[in-house]
T-cell receptor, first 113, second 114 residues
Framework: KAGVTQTPRYLIKTRGQQVTLSCSPI?????VSWYQQTPGQGLQFLFE???????NKGNFPGRFSGRQFSNSRSEMNVSTLELGDSALYLC????????????FGPGTRLLVL | DQQVKQNSPSLSVQEGRISILNCDYT??????FLWYKKYPAEGPTFLIS?????DKNEDGRFTVFLNKSAKHLSLHIVPSQPGDSAVYFC?????????????FGKGTKLTVNP
């Protein structure tokens, strides 16, 4: 099976712009979670989608949003970018049926100038 | 409030010896624990997991131990190899409200010296 894929791998934006990141989960996985990794804060949970519905949300401002399509692919959007949004954004997929392993994609490295 | 803590930011061991990485958690609702290995600019790679109903899980050179009363888990790598050098993240989850999220520790950088 193909693993989790994320596009783009690298992105440079300027403050105030918005960005959309994409994630394709492992085939058959219906849950997609997004995480932000920064040197100071480590890996932090953004939100989780299952069957096109947001099931869980972390403590991030409303500028961070996401959605999931009927094929389980997910997108994450960040509006009005700030310098502090520079991070590695990771997507993980799982079956979504309980305590189980989440498998991560390679991440999108976002740099905000 | 950090619910999952890895108190050692780094660890250095000799090739062939045992590496022991530790993790403590505070939320008693956590019922599933995982270890991930991560190289720079890559996503975390799943290593091994353990359910709260067990106290040990073994997979090749990797063994995870869970002490629920102490809210402590550890990852043992025996024997350690230079290719094991990476950052190791401990993660915990609680399947609550029909959803699951992973809470990560801040990682321990393992260096295995030849």
């Amino acid at each position: 099976k193909a693993g989790v894929t994320q596009t783009p791998r690298y992105l440079i934006k300027t403050r105030g712009q918005q960005v959309t990141l994409s994630c394709s989960p492992i085939s058959g996985h219906r849950s997609v979670s997004w995480y932000q990794q920064t040197p100071g804060q480590g890996l932090q949970f953004l939100f989780e989608y299952f069957s096109e519905t947001q099931r869980n949300k972390g403590n991030f401002p409303g500028r961070f949003s996401g959605r999931q399509f009927s094929n389980s692919r997910s997108e994450m959007n960040v509006s009005t970018l700030e310098l502090g949004d520079s991070a590695l954004y990771l997507c993980a997929s799982s079956l979504g049926q309980g305590a189980e392993t989440q498998y991560f994609g390679p991440g999108t490295r976002l740099l905000v100038l | 409030d950090q619910q999952v803590k890895q108190n050692s930011p780094s660890l250095s061991v000799q090739e062939g010896r045992i590496s022991i990485l530790n993790c403590d958690y505070t939320n008693s609702m956590f019922d599933y624990f995982l270890w991930y290995k991560k190289y720079p600019a890559e996503g975390p790679t799943f290593l091994i997991s353990i359910s709260s109903i067990k106290d040990k899980n073994e997979d090749g050179r990797f063994t995870v131990f869970l002490n629920k009363s102490a809210k402590h888990l550890s990852l043992h790598i025996v024997p350690s190899q230079p290719g094991d050098s990476a950052v190791y993240f401990c993660a915990a989850s609680a399947y609550q409200g029909g959803s699951e999220k992973l809470v990560f520790g801040k990682g321990t950088k393992l260096t295995v010296n030849p």
